[in-house]
């Protein structure tokens, strides 16, 4: 009976949790659009996720796409002839669909979630959200607000950046070191791309943003006791967002290419 | 309504609140009024509920049961949007400060100025000033990040903050815990000043005595979730009572014994 009554309150603890969750974002969500916005802070938090951002993507998305076009000559080397066409579709086609929103949206999760839970961690354990809350000031509307509006709308731009050095990555590495024709890897990746795959790489960056935004938020909005909560609070809000990128990732392809 | 029965509606008032955390109550029936301009200080030991007292009547928490009234008007179940409306009565010092540091001294005690009455940033940079003299610092201390401050500092900005936006009611959590005795002491001025001169009316939450019996004119004490003594601040030491007694004189040894855990 013992072992019964653990995995009941594992279970219960599990639903309490995705219960809590799922509040916390129809709260954020609702007031996204009830006044006042804080406009200043969008901002601010726009500057944050997506301007410093950049070196960390743009980093992760050229090396993508230099050892993206190494592998794929050297592993179509073993098929047929034809290679030097396919490396730069494959190049566009992975990193538009795939590489750059789940790379970007990773490094961004590990940069500005655990950020964010850090943040209102501390604020929560050192009373602060209580100190809003007495000076007239939702901290929905103050602090996970700007942050979900930021993330959400900063996500997609910097993918579409990360999908550009990416290209040039791969055209770097064919270009120089495996002798391609630079005219004919351009001509070849941009005839081939279709607006599709970029527009799926756009729709899941913004989704996985609103994710990053909202598990950071609620980690921290959550946490307790002290150094050590704070601490579980930005691991957890690290690790779940990865997680639900990943799954997310699944099911938005599914919807666009599934068959 | 008449004016007599308009002055005798206690400014808070607390009927049967009791609030638990689990399986341990933490309010077990208070009951509690205070009159307009009247400055209460509740005593306990760490950990006794002081702080869910001031909580459940800003509205941080929820009661479990029971009545809260500020005004006379019922504030337990009011819709959140109508929940600002009560907050603008109230000022709080926190026990550890609780100022924001990303934003600057300044803009900490502006804050509640900007967000309520929506004034100028230039405007309330000139109200924030105005009130960081009130509690004896300079404007360039404005210009610094609360984490330049010391502890004794903070908590002048603390109370600046409380009491910027010109508040019905004042709740100091612990305001001389962590000072030394002569930085207590000029809290403890400085909360007489801008507040008991001021008539404001004055919740205070503390376990130091000389803090309680200067800023007090009422001490209540709180023990197992229960107000089980309440007289003017000058009664508490011939309370005649053997918890307050034991409190009042730090013996280790009597009827409250220390519980280890919450």
């Known amino acids: ?65 230099m050892v993206l076009a ?115 890897y351009i001509s070849n990746s941009y005839d081939f791309m279709q607006p599709l795959d970029v527009i799926s790489g756009l729709v899941k960056a913004g989704v996985f943003g609103f994710t990053i935004a909202v598990m950071g938020c609620y980690a921290g909005y959550h946490s307790k006791g002290g150094a050590q909560g704070v601490g579980a609070a930005t691991t957890n809000a690290v690790v779940s967002s990865s ?16 068959t | 309504m008449n004016t007599t029965a308009e002055t005798t509606v206690p400014k808070i008032s607390l009927k049967d609140v009791h609030k638990s955390f689990g399986a341990k109550s933490v309010l077990d029936g208070i009951n509690l009024d205070i009159a307009k301009g009247e400055s209460v200080v509740v005593i306990g030991g760490s950990g006794t509920g002081k702080s869910v007292l001031i909580k459940c009547i800003i509205g941080i928490l929820q009661p479990d049961s029971g009545l809260i009234a500020v005004d006379g008007e019922d504030v337990t179940h009011v819709p959140a949007n109508a929940r600002d409306a009560v907050n603008r009565k109230f000022g709080m010092l926190f026990q550890g400060g609780a100022l924001f540091d990303s934003l600057p001294v300044w803009e900490n005690v502006a804050f509640g100025l900007m967000q309520r009455e929506h004034l100028s940033r230039a405007q309330a940079k000139a109200r924030a000033v105005e009130t960081l003299e009130k509690v004896g610092l300079s404007p360039d201390v404005g210009e610094l990040s609360p984490a330049e401050l010391s ?88 309370a005649d009572n053997p918890f307050v007694d034991q409190f009042v004189h730090g013996n280790a040894e009597g009827p409250i014994k220390m519980q280890v855990r919450r």
């Open chain 1, 1 to 65: 009976m013992q072992f019964l009554a653990l995995i009941g309150s594992v279970v219960l603890a599990f639903l309490a949790h995705i219960g809590r969750l799922t509040l916390f974002t129809a709260t954020a969500i609702s007031h996204c659009a009830r006044p006042p916005i804080y406009f200043r802070l969008i901002g601010r938090q726009m500057i944050d996720i997506g301007y410093y951002s950049l070196p960390v993507v743009g980093l992760t998305a050229i090396f993508s796409g």
């Open chain 1, 70 to 184: 190494l592998q794929s000559y050297t592993g179509f080397a073993r098929f047929a002839a034809g290679s030097e066409n396919a490396v730069a579709n494959v190049v566009v086609v992975s990193l538009t669909r795939e590489l750059g929103p789940v790379l970007a949206g990773l490094m961004v999760a590990g940069r500005i979630g655990a950020s964010m839970a850090a943040e209102i961690g501390t604020m929560r354990v050192t009373e602060q959200l209580d100190a809003l809350t007495t000076l007239s000031t939702n901290p929905f509307k103050y602090l996970v607000v700007p942050r979900i509006v930021a993330g959400t709308m900063m996500l997609p731009v910097l993918v579409l950046i990360a999908d550009i050095i990416g290209v040039f990555g791969g055209f770097v590495v064919s270009v120089y070191k495996l002798g391609f024709n630079p005219a004919a």
């Open chain 1, 243 to 258: 997680i639900l990128i990943l799954t997310f990732n699944y099911i938005i392809t599914e919807l666009f290419f599934g």
């Open chain 2, 151 to 238: 502890g004794g500092m903070q908590k002048r900005v603390g109370l600046a903050r409380a009491i910027a936006g010109e508040p019905e009611i004042v709740f100091f959590d612990e305001p001389t815990t962590g000072l030394d005795p002569i930085m207590g002491d000029v809290i403890n001025d400085l909360i007489i000043a801008c507040v008991k001169q001021q008539g404001i009316t004055a919740l205070s939450i503390t376990h130091d005595m000389h803090s309680a019996r200067k800023i007090g004119d009422r001490i209540t004490m709180l023990y197992q979730g229960k107000l089980i003594w309440d007289g003017a601040a000058r009664d508490v030491d011939h």
